[in-house]
C-alpha cells in the first residue's frame, strides 16, 4: 500500500522559509488528491494545501505565503513555506487520497521562533 515519508521539517526564525518534502513509495500520478495537514500543539490536524483534480486549495492562514507542488517522476510532493510565522509552528503531515483509501505519513515537526 502507499507509504509517506515527510521531511524537511526544522527549526527557523520569523519571517524565514522552509521546503517540506513528501517520498511517496508509488508513483502519485493517479492520485485522486495530495496535500498537506499540520496539527499544533493542543489543536486538531488542519489542512494547509490541496491538490484535486485541476484545483488547488490553501487554508486562508497560509496563502500567498506555501506553495504546493508534485514532482510525478521523483514521486514527491512538495509544500514550499516562506514568512514563516510562530503560528505556524506544527508537525507537518502529507496525505494522498486514491481508490483504495486515504493513506497518512509519519510527520516532521516544524518550529517557528526566535
Known amino acids: 500500500q502507499v507509504q509517506l515519508v515527510e521531511s524537511g521539517g526544522g527549526l527557523v526564525q520569523p519571517g524565514g522559509s522552509l521546503r517540506l518534502s513528501c517520498a511517496v513509495s508509488?508513483?502519485?500520478?493517479?492520485?485522486?488528491?495530495m496535500g498537506w495537514y499540520r496539527q499544533a500543539p493542543g489543536k486538531e490536524r488542519a489542512m494547509v494545501a490541496v491538490?484535486?483534480?485541476?484545483?488547488?486549495n490553501y487554508a486562508d492562514s497560509v496563502k500567498g505565503r506555501f506553495t504546493i507542488s508534485r514532482d510525478n517522476d521523483k514521486k514527491r510532493m512538495y509544500l514550499q513555506m516562506n514568512t514563516l510565522k510562530p503560528e505556524d509552528t506544527a508537525v507537518y503531515f502529507c496525505?494522498?487520497?486514491?481508490?483504495?483509501?486515504?493513506?497518512w505519513g509519519q510527520g516532521t515537526q516544524v518550529t517557528v521562533s526566535s
Open positions: 491538490i484535486r483534480g485541476g484545483t488547488t
Open positions: 508509488e508513483s502519485i500520478f493517479s492520485f485522486n488528491a
Open positions: 496525505n494522498v487520497d486514491e481508490w483504495r483509501g486515504s493513506f
